[in-house]
């Protein structure tokens, strides 16, 4: 088993011990993003409950991962017919000088 990092970190002023196999800094830079997302929101809103915000976050950075997942694919689906298309220029071309 790897080995596992325990770090402990304030998000919205609550503390939370977060354990993962991930670096520390990689960690807090996950609370960190969270913790942000939160404050943004909360700006917007001075009532919103912690549950309500800690939702709303949610909702936001899954919609942040979707929109990014859906243009990583994107360009996956682009680099994959350049590709192909390289590879029947290299063909045509190996073609033509072999005549």
């Known amino acids: 088993m790897a080995n596992m990092n ?3 970190v304030k998000i919205n ?3 939370y011990t977060l354990t993962s196999e991930e670096s520390r800094e990689y960690m807090l830079s996950v609370a960190d993003l969270v913790d942000k997302k939160m404050r943004q929101i909360m700006q917007n809103d001075m ?3 912690t549950s309500r915000t800690a939702m709303l976050t949610a909702l936001n950075l899954a919609d942040e991962n979707l929109r990014l997942k859906h243009s ?7 680099i994959v017919r350049y590709t192909e298309r390289i590879k029947a220029l290299e063909d045509k071309l190996h073609q033509n000088h072999l005549q």
Do not use: F, H, P
Request: net charge neutral; proline share 0%.
């Open 6 to 8: 325990k770090l402990t």
């Open 13 to 15: 002023g609550q503390e």
């Open 47 to 49: 009532g919103l409950s």
């Open 72 to 78: 990583n694919d994107a360009l996956t689906k682009s």
